[in-house]
């Protein structure tokens, strides 16, 4: 019993530390990069918390503009609504 409490311990693990990879994109953080990070918010500059956009029925709103190539990572959008029962 006790081998195969052994043997249930290490199966369960030892491939889990084995499958970790070492060079992946953590390993990287600490070097030099060759880009600029850039960051888009709708923070409300005033110190209130009124950053929401208001876009009427047709109406259309660019979030984000960049000339540039780069890759979005993170987005965020929250919905609002004024109907009945919410």
């Known amino acids: 019993m006790h081998k195969l409490g052994l043997f249930l311990i ?6 889990g530390t ?4 070492l060079s992946g994109l ?6 030099p990069h060759d880009y600029v990070l850039k960051r888009v918010s709708s923070w409300d500059r005033t110190g209130a ?6 876009i009427a029925p047709g109406q259309t709103l660019t979030v984000f ?22």
């Not at 918390?49 to 208001?54: E, G, I, L, M, Y």
């Open 10 to 15: 290490w199966f369960c693990l030892v491939p």
């Open 18 to 21: 084995l499958a970790q990879e």
């Open 26 to 31: 953590l390993a990287d953080l600490p070097k």
């Open 49 to 54: 918390n009124t950053d929401r956009r208001t």
């Open 65 to 86: 503009e960049e000339s540039c190539p780069g890759v979005i990572t993170h987005i965020w959008f929250t919905m609002g609504s004024a109907e009945d029962g919410i």
